[in-house]
């Protein structure tokens, strides 16, 4: 019996295991694999090819389908965005002493890809931390100004009743952002911090991630320009390495 509190979506991701280990395989070998009845293992089978993780090859063989082979494809391109982008946010933290983050994005939440956190700066979010857009409009704007005005408005009604009083510097970071494609957070949620999101495209509208950049406000009062720009510049650099 199983001990797992979704026994079907354990049987499910067997089949997807065995599938994919042996790149063809028949429903007698599944069903002496897995041991399920006959049942119970077409259920499974017609669910998958449904949902198009599987499909039968012309020996009438189950073989992975195109969706997974397009999460796969994702999940390699996430890799391979951190890997490239992990030089570039050293580089930019060691030329202006800040610390810096990128962030993917999802259809509700962001995620912390990778960081680079300069030893004199502010830590920032740790990496793999998730959240939910309604929780960081800072990080989120450059992705949630690309949804539906309906659920634009979700979003925002929800942080502005978790934190009073902010729709007016909201709808300033918005509109500066819709103006200059960048976010510039000049004490939006910390009067003395200071936050720059530049959003990463992937031949889409909407960015796939934001580099972002965090730092005592003092610490860029000079050259907060030279940033921005700097910052534009990686982020087309990482875009056009990855996508």
Do not use: A, E
């Given at each position: 019996m199983s001990l797992t509190p979704a026994p079907a979506l354990e049987k499910g991701l067997k089949i997807l295991e065995i599938i994919a280990r042996e790149e063809q395989v028949s429903f007698n070998q599944l069903q002496s694999m897995t041991g399920y009845n006959v049942s119970s293992l077409n259920r499974y089978l017609h669910?998958?090819?449904?949902?198009?993780?599987i499909q039968k090859n012309l020996n009438n063989k189950y073989i992975i389908g195109l969706k997974f082979f397009s999460l796969a494809e994702k999940s390699n391109r996430w890799h391979f965005l951190k890997e490239v982008a992990k030089k570039y946010l050293v580089d930019l933290s060691n030329r202006y002493g800040i610390s810096l983050l990128l962030i993917g994005y999802?259809?509700?939440q962001f995620i912390v890809l990778t960081k680079q956190a300069h030893k004199d700066n502010i830590t920032m979010m740790s990496v793999d931390t998730c959240r939910y857009y309604e929780e960081s409009i800072t990080w989120a704007l450059p992705y949630i100004v690309h949804l539906e005005e309906e659920e634009q408005k979700r979003i925002e009604e929800i942080y502005v009743n978790k934190n009073n009083n902010i729709l007016e510097h909201m709808n300033q970071l918005k509109s500066h952002f819709l103006e200059n494609g960048y976010v510039l957070d000049n004490g939006f949620v910390n009067k003395n911090i200071l936050r720059i999101?530049?959003?990463l495209y992937a031949g889409e509208s909407k960015p796939i991630a934001v580099l972002g950049a965090g730092?005592?406000?003092q610490h860029l009062e000079d050259n907060v320009d030279d940033v921005i720009e700097a910052m534009k510049d990686t982020s087309t650099k990482i875009s056009e390495l990855v996508f």
């Open positions: 669910t998958l090819r449904y949902l198009d993780y999802s259809n509700d999101g530049v959003p730092t005592f406000k």
